[in-house]
């Protein structure tokens, strides 16, 4: 079913996204409250919020499959056997053991999907930046929300094998999972460079 939300003048005080968008921190499992729970409700905000990003031409590239609950276990068997199976020379014992008990810190797990639509022109980079826009939606949301979070493409993210589990074909791609928990621990110690470094300004 389609969703439509029609155009309004929607003000807030610029001061507070301001804020948001700064204030804004990945969170990582060894900082979550282990394995407490959020209500889906507030999931499914998040995730109405993604879907509201950007998308050239319209074609909503993102799929996403949440995990919660028993789910959880699933994709840590899936995902650190897969690892063990493909990893060959590059595989680690943390990462395996990361790969198992990580996702059960968690409450939710989104595995995050670029899906082709069939018959664009759109380039596939910028499908890719759509649901990119999509992920800094969620970012934001969980941080309105006094929840923490990060994306992560470490382990199984660019295994083809990994695609079939996650709904998506071989034009498809996975492009990561984003992990949301209750904060126990708080991200400290951010900084960015100095805007000069990253911006030319050309007035003439
Ligand atoms: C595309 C993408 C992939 C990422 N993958 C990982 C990852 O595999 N592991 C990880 O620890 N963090 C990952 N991150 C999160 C970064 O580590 C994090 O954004 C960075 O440390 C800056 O911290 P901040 O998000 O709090 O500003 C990823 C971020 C992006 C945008």
């Not at 899906?115 to 939606?137: F, L």
């Amino acid at each position: 079913m389609r969703h439509f939300i029609f155009a309004q003048i929607f003000f807030m005080h610029p001061d507070l996204f301001n804020q948001l968008a700064r204030s804004r921190r990945s969170v990582f499992p060894d900082q979550f409250e282990a394995g407490k729970k959020i209500d889906e409700a507030i999931i499914r905000e998040i995730l109405v919020n993604a879907c509201w990003a950007p998308t050239h031409g319209k074609t909503e590239p993102w799929q996403f499959t949440v995990f919660s609950g028993e789910g959880l276990k699933k994709l840590a068997a899936f995902q650190s056997t897969l690892y063990k199976e493909k990893a060959g020379k590059r595989f680690r014992e943390i990462t395996y053991g990361k790969l198992q008990q990580n996702p059960l810190r968690a409450s939710h797990i989104i595995a995050i999907g670029m899906k082709r639509h069939p018959a664009t022109n759109i380039p596939e980079i910028e499908e890719i930046g759509a649901v990119a826009c999509a992920v800094q939606n969620i970012y934001l949301s969980v941080t309105a929300y006094g929840l923490g979070g990060y994306w992560t493409t470490g382990g199984i993210t660019y295994m083809e094998e990994a695609k079939s589990f996650f709904g998506l074909e071989e034009q498809d791609k996975l492009l990561g999972f984003f992990y949301i928990g209750h904060i126990a621990i708080p991200s400290t110690g951010a900084s960015r460079s100095a805007l000069e470094e990253k911006v030319k300004w050309i007035n003439e």
